[in-house]
């Protein structure tokens, strides 16, 4: 029985997954298989942890110390956003996160002597999207927005 619903999802996955900083994202992880472990897997599984669902986020308490894998996913999606700043600009944007043992900080991407992007992290324990599509658009905001304050003070991201 075709679900008109389901369709739609699927369809909205594969556009995300499409997107330029889920690619970028992607290839980090795939990067970081040493083993081949995730050779044989599809990109949506490789992007799976990254989806957490409403039900999900309530089950985890609302103070907590995040887990590795938590802070793996977190570093991987910010080290994905400095990325594709370098893809797209031309110049290096790594992060510097700072975080509490609570999960509260901050992450800064600095291109020569510009902050180009200044986010404050919270609930990092809690970490995730709701849908491929959600994921993508904020890595892709993130991104728009550093190259936005790079193009508005290029003199100073590139000194």
């Known amino acids: 029985m075709f679900d008109p619903a389901l369709s739609l999802a699927v369809d909205e996955d594969e556009v995300a997954l499409a997107s330029p900083f889920l690619k970028c994202l992607v290839r980090l992880i795939r990067a970081q298989d040493s083993y ?6 599809a990109d949506r599984e490789l992007l799976a942890a990254f989806i957490i669902t409403k039900e999900q986020r309530r089950g ?5 110390d995040p887990d590795p894998d938590v802070l793996w996913r977190l570093d ?3 080290t994905a956003i400095g ?9 290096m944007a790594s992060p ?9 900080g901050r992450v800064l991407f600095t291109t020569g002597r510009l902050v180009a992007l200044s986010k404050t992290l919270r609930d ?5 999207f709701e849908t491929l599509r959600k994921l993508a658009g904020a890595g892709t905001k993130l991104v728009s927005d550093a190259i936005a304050a ?5 003199e100073v991201a590139r000194a």
């Open 36 to 41: 081949g472990a995730w050779e044989g897997k």
């Open 124 to 128: 990092v324990h809690r970490f995730g």
């Open 83 to 91: 990325l594709a700043i370098e893809e797209r600009c031309g110049l």
């Open 96 to 104: 510097i996160m700072e975080l509490s043992r609570e999960g509260f």
């Open 150 to 154: 790079i193009e508005t003070y290029p």
């Open 76 to 78: 991987m999606f910010y």
């Open 60 to 64: 985890i308490p609302i103070i907590g």
